[in-house]
């Protein structure tokens, strides 16, 4: 079966992947979708509610497979692409564990984006503190409607500290993940829904609310939430006699440190490229590994017939991805048409 060729073949079944083989496949293209997990979906699969609509993260994910089991995309759960090398026709896809490859006119790479890994920052203690969480931790927690398992039934309070491997020279993430503030704020909110008597904090840098209805729904957890929001560093991190998350923070606004005991605090960990790429496309990145979002240098990867989506050149949101996908839909569209098939 994989000893077909293809017009396109889309290298990663999230978001991005999906929409970018359904779009393809409408405008009359033979596409392959290859995806390394079982089970469509990418990071996505991890979440419980989307911001900044709350709607339900599987439901996207539902529609988007209900799109695609109609489009005639040929899809591949189970099968990882483990290298790409040019041939001269477009592109063969080793596959792990398998002899025969993919072969491909076209590339489309929407294989995503990496997690930061909080244990790099000592000095909040994760894995090692008992109540320090990361937002990733906190989506599996609503998914599996398990907070009273770790926090009982009243809890106090709870903090989420933003930034956490981004904007970071230690960490060499000098950049903004641009999705982290607005999930605090989602989960802020969604924390205190469950413990409307709990006490709420968000710790930041700085705001960056980098879409339309994201100061709306910031405000929102101020006057309706009533939701505090502390503008400093967390540091000092450590278990209280009580058991609780205690450490320091400086109110920078107000010029004065704080002392604080929560019952949980959740790390609101940053992207970070995909390590696992493909080492004989010799991709051109950038100095923290996404794919080198300039114009001349994507112009130079599109006349070879290889495409990128969403967060393969940098952080995004899953609304970014989705219209991203679209226009890179119409650029490999263009190539088979100028290029013949």
């Known amino acids: 079966m994989t000893d077909q060729w293809y017009d396109v073949v889309v290298i990663g079944g999230g978001v991005g992947g999906m929409q970018v083989a359904i779009a393809l496949a409408g405008l009359g293209h033979r596409v392959a979708l290859v995806e390394a997990q079982a089970n469509l979906g990418g990071k996505l699969l991890g979440y419980a509610k989307l911001f900044p609509s709350f709607e339900n993260a599987e439901q996207v994910v539902d529609e988007l497979k209900n799109q ?15 290298d790409i090398t040019e041939n001269t026709k477009g592109y063969d896809v080793m596959i792990e564990n398998a002899d025969t490859p993919f072969h491909g006119r076209t590339i489309v790479l929407a294989y995503g984006f990496d997690i930061f ?10 894995n090692i503190i008992r109540g320090v969480y990361s937002s990733v931790d906190f989506e599996k927690m609503m998914k599996e409607k398990s907070f009273s398992k770790y926090f009982g039934e009243k809890p106090q309070g709870f903090g989420f500290v933003h930034c956490v491997g981004s904007r970071d020279e230690k960490v060499k993430n000098n950049y903004c993940s641009k999705v982290c503030c607005i999930t605090a704020i989602k989960q802020a909110m969604e924390i205190k829904e469950h413990y409307p008597s709990a006490d709420v904090f968000c710790f930041y840098m700085d705001l ?5 209805f994201f100061e709306k ?7 309706e939430y009533g ?9 000092e991190v ?9 450490f320091k923070v400086e109110d920078t606004l107000l010029s004065r440190p704080l ?19 493909f080492p004989s496309l010799k991709l051109p990145l950038n100095e923290f590994d996404f794919v080198d979002p300039g114009i001349e240098t994507l112009a130079t990867q599109c006349e070879r017939g290889i495409f990128f989506v969403g967060t393969t050149k940098g952080p995004r949101s899953i609304k970014e991805t989705l219209q991203d996908a679209t226009y890179v839909s119409m650029q490999v569209h263009n ?7």
């Open 238 to 246: 450590a278990n209280s006699q009580q058991g609780k998350v205690a």
């Open 208 to 212: 960056r609310l980098h879409e339309l």
């Open 68 to 82: 695609l089991d109609s489009s005639g995309v040929a899809v591949f759960t189970n099968t990882k692409a483990r």
């Open 259 to 277: 002392r604080i005991e929560l019952d949980g605090l959740f790390l609101m960990v940053g992207i970070e490229a995909y390590k696992d790429k």
């Open 335 to 341: 190539y088979l048409l100028n290029h013949g098939k």
């Open 117 to 126: 890994d909080p244990t790099l920052k000592e000095e909040y203690g994760y």
């Open 217 to 223: 729904l910031y405000k929102q957890a101020q006057k």
């Open 227 to 235: 939701i505090h929001f502390i503008r400093g560093k967390v540091s």
